[in-house]
């Protein structure tokens, strides 16, 4: 890891299979299901000073 980069600080992975309504085909192969893969991850970002300052003011109003 680079320093400066975010961290990792934890995946989490769920594997889901859906049912299909009737079986399906392709002329090479038959399924009753179709599967798919969440994966959510929670990243430790640090800034520096002035990207947080940057960020804050950003998110002021401007002032006239």
Do not use: Q
């Not at 400066?4 to 299909?20: C, K, N, Q």
């Amino acid at each position: 890891m680079t320093p400066g980069s975010p961290a990792v600080e934890h995946i989490t992975a769920r594997a889901h299979r859906v049912p299909t309504e009737t079986p399906e085909a392709d002329g090479t192969l038959e399924w009753d299901s179709t599967s798919g893969l969440l994966c959510l991850s929670a990243v430790d970002i640090a800034l520096s000073d002035a990207a947080a300052r940057s960020l804050d003011a950003a998110r002021e109003p401007e002032r006239d």
